[in-house]
């Protein structure tokens, strides 16, 4: 992405965290929120509406299953605060797709599942940043 465009940000999991990152990325001139990803339809629709009134109108594209999520070439960063033991595989499974990912603390259960988010970002040459 050109310096002088924004990055697309998709938000997985909405029920909590999630929402101060979706306040973060929405203020950022940097980044547009262009997806929003909860398992829970009720949830994700309630937050892409509220993202919508808050933000001038401009309302995310609510996606339920992350894997089709991932699926899309146009989302550029996963920002990630799922319940924690989805943290380490929505991250590989990101950076696997080609997007950089901000995942919530913990990031992994076990040091073996970090070390396997590191060695996915560095071979997919991601960023990868908790």
């Given at each position: 992405?050109?310096?002088n465009e924004k990055m697309s940000v998709a938000v997985v999991g909405v029920n909590g965290r999630g929402v101060d990152h979706l306040g973060g990325f929405g203020k950022s001139k940097f980044t547009q929120v262009t997806h929003i990803c909860?398992?829970?339809?009720?949830?994700?629709?309630?937050?892409?509406d509220?993202?919508?009134?808050?933000?001038?109108?401009q309302r995310?594209?609510?996606?339920?299953?992350i894997r089709k999520l991932l699926e899309n070439k146009s989302?550029?960063?996963?920002?990630i605060a799922t319940p924690n033991h989805w943290h380490?595989?929505?991250a590989i499974w990101s950076v696997q797709a080609g997007k950089h990912v901000?995942?919530?603390k913990p990031v992994s259960h076990n040091v073996l599942e970090g070390r396997r988010v590191v060695e996915a970002a560095r071979k997919y040459n991601r960023i990868v940043q908790t």
């Open positions: 992405v050109s310096a909860d398992a829970d339809e009720a949830v994700g629709q309630r937050r892409c509220e993202f919508a009134a808050n933000h001038g109108g995310p594209e609510y996606v339920k299953d989302i550029d960063i996963v920002s380490a595989l929505a901000y995942v919530e």
